[in-house]
């Protein structure tokens, strides 16, 4: 189900056939449920600097697998973390288009994204496009909520959100897959990866390619808005000893996507209108190199790594070239973990672990709405460089289920100020009734954006030099509860936290404007509630539900978060699990919003509800098929105000693998 800001106009037909796809969700399998047993314990790597047991993290974090993440019936990964407790997701078109990501009800640049170790955010105004991601390469997805700063530094003022690719370290023997779909929109999308080990050499490459013809994202006209998108993904190492691993990683990604201008004939609308000739090129380059070595029996282990990143961005305007942007950043990175153990009060176990890291920056831009020495200042770019000190401790106290960590970082920041920020979390389980109390708190900062401190994108635009970065102290607790062995897990968490220096434009005289911080404070705080309930083998249940009340330092609502969201899943296996069957719904309440004429004027937008889901058979060992449908009930709505969404949608697929 894809829920991105996108429209078409779906024939009877193609409603039919989604309907008929979703009353197949709906079959029962007659098999016999499985007694409960004891689920394996869940790895997660995002919560501290080394993996840790998502059952002893204070932090709220949400992990999905890439195996679960494809058999979804999602198509975009926006649409899979919809479904995730926290998220609000605001797509500006169709496939391809802006699509912003905002974390309890934070900005959507208050969120770190890092792709296989790699910090991904863009240079430009320091969020992280979501647009039409692939979901072939991706091994494994988290979700780390709450300010997490005091480990990753900058940006992670709400949270973390790591994506980690496939690799092919320790598989016995080769494995090959690929995919190919077709349905709505003419739309068309291929895949395919390789990935196994010879000796000590491993490696993996996943392809991925997609086409759609569009829709027309206007309220009127008929011209359509199309996209296309393709993607690879490497990554291979070498284990040069049993103690010292070396591995690379590199990810290229293109996309296009058409557009309509925004109120082209200056009528003072803030609407969308239908035009052909706009549109977006996009370009990312990500890249990783990293060298561990384990001594002591893996109880001293030091890693050092060179990230580097290439974003280029072109946006055309009446079918000529308006604007172009170039952002690469390179980091270096030592850490160094100590793991050990004690027998002071019935065993305890120890992490700590240091770091040192050095990060540099450099953004340009080209614009035909930019004359003299702002032009020339544009294309010259701008540098900047930041050095982060910092460790954690975690401490494990194994009798009484006790697990509680300490983070600390000092960033050396050129050309605005130092910040220092920390992460303190406490898990506590009461084994007896089998819950857990987890609760976090830290201080988050996200630095001004290149655009927000140098400014480049018209001449009526004045940046501000004397910019501080935003910060936050924000906390949550929560209580996780089990029940039979693991099948059935709930869990309600509460968040609080309030932003200093926000942000936000400003008009100056003349028609100009700018960007300031803010004086006042403003607040986030709500609650997110989980539940996932596994009563046969067969039949997998889960749903989120997340109150949001975001405000700004006047109390007012913030734009694009809903106040309430909720998802829910069924997932049915049956034929002696060679069927598989996923029923998706997603809600999301109304949400205010910006109409952006002069002045502006502020509007809301109206609750939806989207329904699809994917059944699937394995024809053959190495083979599967699949029918999936998107918003099946073919409800009309708007993310950002004026773009229009998709309709119903109906697509089919194969599969294949080695065995």
């Known amino acids: 189900m894809s829920t991105g800001s996108t429209t078409i106009h779906t024939s009877t037909a193609h409603r039919l056939y989604a309907g008929a796809a979703l009353g197949c969700l709906l079959l029962a399998s007659a098999a016999a449920g499985a007694q409960p047993i004891a689920l394996p314990e869940l790895i997660v790597v995002s919560p501290s600097l080394t993996p840790i047991e998502a059952s002893k993290t204070g932090?709220?974090?949400?992990?999905?697998?890439?195996?679960d993440i494809r058999a979804s019936g999602f198509s975009q990964l926006s649409d899979v973390l919809r479904t995730f407790p926290g998220i609000a997701v605001n797509q500006s078109g169709s496939r391809g288009s802006l699509t912003q990501l905002r974390v309890r009800g934070a900005d959507a640049n208050h969120l770190l994204v890092m792709i296989d170790g790699v910090p991904a955010n863009a240079l430009s105004d320091g969020g992280y496009d979501f647009a039409d991601i692939a979901l072939d390469d991706i091994e494994r997805l988290e979700l780390l909520r709450g300010p997490q700063s005091g480990l990753y530094g900058a940006n992670a003022q709400a949270g973390v959100l790591t994506i980690v690719t496939r690799s092919g370290r320790g598989l016995a023997r080769p494995e090959f897959n690929a995919r190919f779909e077709g349905g709505t929109q003419r739309t068309s999308d291929f895949a395919a990866s390789a990935r196994g080990a010879a000796g000590p050499v491993y490696a993996a490459v996943t392809a991925s390619a997609a086409t759609t013809n569009g829709f027309n994202i206007a309220r009127d006209g008929a011209e359509?808005?199309?996209a296309k998108r393709y993607t690879v993904t490497a990554k291979g190492g070498v284990e040069v000893t049993p103690y010292f691993n070396v591995e690379g990683f590199v990810r290229h990604a293109r996309r296009k996507a058409d557009n309509d201008p925004q109120d082209p004939n200056f009528l003072n609308t803030g609407l969308v209108e239908d035009a052909a000739g706009f549109g977006t090129s996009f370009e990312e380059t990500l890249a990783r190199v990293e060298g561990t070595l384990k001594l002591f029996g893996d109880r001293w282990i030091q890693s050092a790594k060179w990230t580097g990143t290439r974003?280029?961005?072109?946006?055309?305007e009446n079918f000529l070239q308006a604007s172009a942007s170039l952002g690469g950043s390179e980091t270096l990175t030592y850490r160094?973990?100590?793991?050990?153990?004690s027998m002071v009060a019935g065993g305890e176990k120890h992490r700590l672990t240091g770091f040192v890291e050095n990060r540099r920056e450099q953004f340009?831009?080209?614009?035909?709405?930019?004359?003299g020495p702002d032009l020339e200042a544009a294309r010259n770019g701008y540098t900047r460089t930041s050095t982060g000190v910092g460790g954690e401790y975690v401490f494990d106290l194994l009798v009484t289920g006790t697990t509680v960590s300490a983070a600390i970082r000092q960033d050396f920041n050129e050309p605005f100020q130092d910040e220092l920020t920390w992460r303190y979390s406490l898990s506590q389980k009461v084994a007896p009734i089998g819950g857990r109390l987890h609760a976090s708190v830290g201080r988050g900062v996200t630095n001004p954006s290149f655009i927000e401190q140098f400014g480049f994108i018209v001449s009526t635009f004045v940046p501000?030099?004397?910019?501080?970065p935003e910060s936050s102290v924000g906390w949550d607790a929560g209580w996780e509860q089990t029940f039979w062995n693991g099948r059935v897990v709930l869990d309600a968490t509460y968040f609080n936290a309030r932003l200093e220096q926000e942000i936000v434009p400003v008009s100056l005289p003349s028609f100009r404007s700018s960007v300031a911080n803010l004086a006042g404070t403003s607040t986030r705080q709500g609650i997110e509630a989980t539940a996932k309930i596994r009563p046969a083998d067969w039949l997998t249940l889960s749903g989120t539900y997340t109150y949001t009340d975001a405000r700004d330092d006047k109390g007012v609502a913030e734009i694009r978060r809903p106040a309430h969201a909720a998802s829910g899943s069924a997932i049915v296996s049956f034929l002696d699990n060679r069927a598989r069957a996923t029923l998706n719904l997603v809600y999301n309440g109304k949400?205010?919003?910006t109409i952006f004429t002069f002045p502006s004027q502020t509007t809301t937008l109206n609750a939806y509800t989207l329904v699809g889901g994917i059944i699937s058979y394995d024809t053959t060992p190495w083979s599967t098929v699949y029918l999936r449908a998107e918003n099946v009930l073919n409800h009309r709505y708007e993310e950002v105000y004026s773009y229009r969404s998709p309709g119903a949608g109906v697509y089919a697929g194969l599969k294949v693998r080695t065995n």
Do not use: C, K
């Open 336 to 341: 160094s973990t100590l793991l050990l153990d």
């Open 464 to 468: 501000n030099a004397n910019l501080v």
């Open 311 to 316: 974003q280029d961005t072109r946006g055309m």
């Open 364 to 371: 340009s831009f080209d614009s035909f709405f930019l004359f």
């Open 59 to 67: 932090s709220s974090v949400t992990a999905m697998s890439g195996e």
């Open 224 to 226: 359509t808005d199309g």
């Open 591 to 593: 949400m205010p919003d």
